[in-house]
């Protein structure tokens, strides 16, 4: 049992050391400039705001402007675990959780102020939630998936295809 608890703690921390070390380098692309400045709102209502904060926090920079994006990386593997967990067991869910903080284009995308990284994290949350409510629908799990239902398109706009 503390085996598969210190694993996930490497998870985790290898998780935040793959999205968080260097954060700052590197220009601005031009949708994390748009991102940054405020200006995305045709495809998101709630992350520009949530990086413009993070600016008035951390100062005008290129860290600033992309570290809700690896905060919500990494949120998506920590729920991505916990999904698993849920259905499955707590191994398979550790060797999901390995692989989903490994993968390449999950890491470039948390590491960037692109929309993509919400977006995921969205769907992972709606279902999340969404199978919680179907195995127990306590009040307390249908208000989170009422939260999450209602926040999700507010990150992205195309993930109000997932109401389709």
């Not at 008035?56 to 967990?85: D, T």
């Not at 239902?149 to 992205?156: G, H, Q, R, W």
Request: some cysteine; charged content about 15%.
């Amino acid at each position: 049992m503390k085996k598969l608890n210190l694993s996930l703690i490497i998870i985790t921390l290898t998780t935040v050391l793959l999205r968080l070390v260097n954060l700052g380098v590197g220009d601005l692309l031009n949708d994390e400039a748009k991102t940054a400045l405020g200006i995305d709102f045709p495809h998101s209502f709630l992350l520009p705001q949530i990086s413009l904060l993070s600016q008035k926090i951390f100062g005008f920079n290129e860290f600033a402007v992309r570290l809700p994006f690896a905060l919500l990386g990494v949120a998506s593997v920590l729920l991505f675990y916990l999904f698993i967990k849920k259905f499955f067991n707590k191994r398979l869910a550790l060797w999901g959780a390995a692989v989903f903080a490994l993968l390449p284009g999950n890491i470039l995308l948390s590491r960037s102020a692109f929309l993509d990284v919400a977006l995921v994290f969205g769907w992972l949350a709606v279902l999340y939630f969404w199978f919680v409510c179907e195995q127990d629908s306590r009040n307390k799990n249908l208000l989170y998936l009422f939260l999450v239902l209602a926040i999700t398109p507010f990150l992205k706009i195309q993930a109000v295809y997932l109401y389709i």
